[in-house]
T-cell receptor, first 113, second 112 residues
Framework: SQQGEEDPQALSIQEGENATMNCSYK?????LQWYRQNSGRGLVHLIL?????REKHSGRLRVTLDTSKKSSSLLITASRAADTASYFC?????????????FGTGTRLQVTL | EPEVTQTPSHQVTQMGQEVILRCVPI?????FYWYRQILGQKVEFLVS????????KSEIFDDQFSVERPDGSNFTLKIRSTKLEDSAMYFC??????????FGQGTRLTVV
């Protein structure tokens, strides 16, 4: 498998429910980031977690990072229809924050009313 | 909030033609990147640029590709002789080296 694989590939939930997406990676990282992409549009940065952090919150988003398992999860609480999008994890190598990002395959989230 | 601007938003070109994709990074950023996303696939790194030179490039970034920062504000990606398989969304990004990269809205390149 490749660096940065998310699961599930697709997730369908109802508004108000929580959505959890997982990401696994293979190499050492400086940080891991989550991005959102609405269909055919640009990448919107959601949250960055550094390799020495275990959990981070931003609004309705909660990200965890387990460097021993080389995995991360993104939790969106109380989902809304506007959260419908594809979500990607991206890892930055251990050369620092300026290093290139390696993106995962993405999770397509559908939130229905 | 500052943003990365890409033009055009959509470009259609004939196979074999040269295209130049343009980007205006965030003004105080020093690191610049191009990524691409073929429809339905993951976002792939192409090249990073710092201090007026390429700092890293991927296998995709072959001799058909080049980047340039012709003045203090623009950052361009040139594809010399486009192929059908170059059809993709191309994203420019910039970073100050401390925080996450900011991405533009992308240029959708269609090669016919």
């Amino acid at each position: 498998s490749q660096q940065g694989e998310e699961d599930p590939q697709a997730l369908s939930i109802q508004e108000g429910e929580n959505a959890t997406m997982n990401c696994s990676y293979k190499t050492s990282i400086n940080n891991l980031q989550w991005y959102r992409q609405n269909s055919g549009r640009g990448l919107v940065h959601l949250i960055l977690i550094r390799s020495n952090e275990r959990e981070k919150h931003s609004g309705r988003l909660r990200v965890t990072l387990d460097t021993s398992k080389k995995s991360s999860s993104l939790l969106i609480t109380a989902s809304r229809a506007a959260d419908t999008a594809s979500y990607f994890c991206a890892t930055a190598g251990d050369t620092g924050t300026a290093s290139k990002l390696t993106f995962g395959t993405g999770t397509r989230l559908q939130v229905t009313l | 909030e500052p943003e990365v601007t890409q033009t055009p938003s959509h470009q259609v070109t004939q196979m074999g033609q040269e295209v130049i994709l343009r980007c205006v990074p965030i003004s105080n950023h020093l690191y610049f990147y191009w990524y691409r996303q073929i429809l339905g696939q993951k976002v792939e790194f192409l090249v990073s640029f710092y201090n007026n030179e390429i700092s890293e490039k991927s296998e995709i970034f072959d001799d058909q590709f080049s980047v340039e920062r012709p003045d203090g504000s623009n950052f361009t990606l040139k594809i010399r002789s486009t192929k059908l398989e170059d059809s993709a969304m191309y994203f420019c990004a910039s970073s100050d080296g401390y925080r996450s990269a900011f991405f533009g809205q992308g240029t959708r390149l269609t090669v016919v």
